[in-house]
């Protein structure tokens, strides 16, 4: 009977070292998660206007963001003109907007009838040829950029978006 028992006090000995290992693995892997979760939170998951996340930023970089106006964007009327297409039976319509830079805006409005006449005479003076591309089309708003900052002003004019471009 003693052989008995020594052979089932083995057994009893290493289940408890198997639930020893079980514990640790089971701790240590909850601390590897619980760390892995903070670390994806902390870099991914914090929101921006977190005071923590704050407190990283420089506060040159976040008096920059403050100051920076979007620029403004201007809408121009519709323009409609017969293309230099010979027999005249070619039209081009076009809206475009303007982004201009911050309190450019009561200025190009008060050269509005400058700007029409400009795109008018640069937007007729086209044939269909000259603008049936997508490579000529980006041309024609960098001609566009040009009349407009002769009126304007250089430097003053960001950029020209074609909302409407329909040729027939």
Request: glycine letters at 8%; a neutral charge; zero cysteines.
């Amino acid at each position: 009977m003693a052989a008995k028992k020594n052979e089932t006090e083995e057994p009893t000995e290493k289940k408890k070292g198997g639930k020893l290992k079980l514990i640790i693995i089971l701790v240590l892997l909850l601390a590897l998660l619980g760390g892995g979760g903070f670390v994806a939170w902390k870099f991914f998951l914090q929101p921006e206007g977190d005071p923590a996340a704050e407190g990283n930023a420089t506060g040159d970089a976040a008096a920059k963001a403050k100051e920076e106006v979007p620029p403004e964007v201007v809408k121009l009327d519709p323009f409609v003109v017969n293309l230099a297409d010979p027999m005249g039976r070619r039209y081009l319509k076009i809206t475009m907007d303007v982004e201009v830079e911050p309190g450019v805006t009561p200025e190009l409005n008060a050269a509005m009838v400058k700007v029409k006449d400009s795109l008018l005479l640069l937007l007729s003076s086209k044939t269909f040829s000259e603008i049936s591309s997508m490579d000529q089309k980006i041309e024609l708003k960098n001609e566009i950029m040009e009349r407009l900052s002769q009126v304007v002003g250089k430097g003053k004019i960001k950029n020209i978006y074609f909302t409407e471009f329909v040729i027939q």
